[in-house]
């Protein structure tokens, strides 16, 4: 049989017109070889396409505290705009005397599904906050940030981990809470404005149950707001050294129809000595807060 030559650079298709007579004179065996070649490069290729399942994606394992527990000490901060609003809002002005200076800049929705279940009483109540946010908002006048807004607020917050307790130590107004690790039927002697946490691990998971709050706070700029019935389930889990995936599960059977979620990643400050820096925003608020008590002298 004379040998027949293909080609070095040939089309896809003429490729295997050739190959195919090259088969055909050949016989059989060489056509089930050419078929079976051909379809271990398909499946090949398919397997390249095929996405692994959730349960077959690796599961990143954090680097461990004494006790065996997921590390989470270090200083953390969202990259958000949540705390101007939790939903998708395009940018909007401030004060029109500031010009730019105070505007709201466009982001997009921590908010999972990005709708806030309001009874139909709470959506006129969380308008009349937006009106009047820049005197009414809790930030303004400098209270607590409560929970979940003090993760996002845009200010850092450090972690300090031992086996029985957690402490968060939050920059804005020099707010703390601390998570009860080893005690989950304690109970808060009265309601405060960050609430009583109880922590537990689930894997490399942190979750924190938040009850016992005042009614006070509100979750961004934009009026959305909770009573003192709020229940906030908390999840904070490493998907990297330096990255924490954090979402919260609001419950809050005064003001909404059912609970829903937030979720965002929080991000470890990794400059040289990174520390939180004091910011003590009370004597900011006290001519916002007390102006009107000044006693006014006659000229």
Same mark, same amino acid.
């Given at each position: 049989?004379?040998?027949?030559?293909?080609?070095?650079?040939?089309?896809?298709?003429?490729?295997?017109?050739? &190959?195919?007579?090259?088969?055909? @004179?050949?016989?059989?065996?060489?056509?089930?070889?050419?078929?079976?070649?051909?379809?271990?490069?398909?499946?090949?290729?398919?397997?390249?396409?095929?996405?692994?399942?959730?349960? @077959?994606?690796? +599961?990143?394992?954090?680097?461990? =505290?004494?006790?065996?527990?997921?590390?989470?000490?270090?200083?953390?901060?969202?990259?958000?705009?949540?705390?101007?609003?939790?939903?998708?809002?395009?940018?909007?002005?401030?004060?029109?005397?500031? /010009?730019?200076? !105070?505007?709201?800049?466009?982001?997009?929705?921590?908010?999972?599904?990005?709708?806030?279940?309001?009874?139909?009483?709470?959506?006129? $109540? $969380?308008?009349?906050?937006?009106?009047?946010?820049? +005197?009414?908002?809790?930030?303004?006048? &400098?209270?607590? #940030?409560?929970? *979940?807004?003090?993760?996002?607020?845009?200010?850092?917050?450090?972690? !300090?981990?031992? *086996?029985?307790?957690?402490?968060?130590?939050?920059?804005?107004?020099?707010?703390?809470?601390?998570?009860?690790?080893?005690?989950?039927?304690?109970?808060?002697?009265?309601?405060?404005?960050? /609430?009583?946490?109880?922590?537990?691990?689930?894997?490399?998971?942190?979750?924190?149950?938040?009850?016992?709050?005042?009614? @006070? =706070?509100?979750?961004?700029?934009?009026?959305?707001?909770?009573?003192?019935?709020?229940?906030?389930?908390?999840?904070?889990?490493?998907?990297?050294?330096?990255?924490? +995936?954090?979402?919260?599960?609001?419950?809050? #059977?005064?003001?909404?129809?059912? #609970?829903?979620?937030?979720?965002? *990643?929080?991000?470890?400050?990794?400059?040289?000595?990174?520390?939180?820096?004091?910011?003590?925003?009370?004597?900011?608020?006290?001519?916002?807060?007390?102006?009107?008590?000044?006693? @006014?002298?006659? $000229?």
């Amino acid at each position: 049989m004379a040998r027949r030559v293909v080609p070095a650079r040939v089309t896809a298709g003429r490729r295997e017109r050739l &190959c195919a007579e090259i088969g055909d @004179q050949m016989g059989n065996p060489f056509r089930w070889l050419l078929v079976a070649s051909t379809s271990a490069v398909v499946l090949s290729v398919l397997s390249l396409t095929v996405k692994p399942t959730a349960a @077959q994606a690796p +599961t990143y394992r954090a680097p461990r =505290t004494a006790d065996g527990k997921p590390n989470l000490n270090g200083i953390w901060q969202a990259l958000n705009t949540a705390n101007w609003d939790i939903q998708d809002h395009a940018a909007r002005p401030g004060p029109p005397q500031f /010009g730019a200076l !105070f505007s709201v800049p466009a982001g997009l929705a921590v908010v999972v599904g990005n709708e806030i279940p309001y009874q139909p009483w709470a959506v006129e $109540k $969380k308008k009349e906050n937006l009106t009047n946010w820049l +005197t009414a908002d809790p930030e303004v006048n &400098c209270y607590m #940030p409560g929970v *979940p807004r003090a993760t996002y607020i845009p200010h850092p917050f450090s972690v !300090f981990q031992t *086996p029985k307790y957690i402490l968060m130590v939050y920059e804005f107004a020099n707010a703390t809470r601390t998570i009860y690790m080893d005690n989950p039927e304690l109970e808060s002697p009265a309601d405060t404005w960050m /609430g009583h946490s109880r922590g537990r691990w689930e894997g490399e998971t942190l979750v924190i149950d938040v009850t016992s709050f005042n009614g @006070q =706070t509100w979750f961004d700029r934009a009026g959305n707001f909770n009573s003192d019935a709020l229940h906030v389930v908390e999840r904070y889990t490493h998907i990297s050294a330096d990255v924490l +995936t954090y979402e919260a599960t609001i419950e809050d #059977p005064k003001v909404f129809t059912r #609970p829903w979620k937030m979720s965002m *990643p929080l991000y470890r400050r990794l400059e040289k000595n990174a520390q939180l820096t004091e910011f003590n925003c009370v004597p900011f608020a006290e001519e916002l807060l007390y102006g009107h008590l000044r006693k @006014q002298t006659s $000229k």
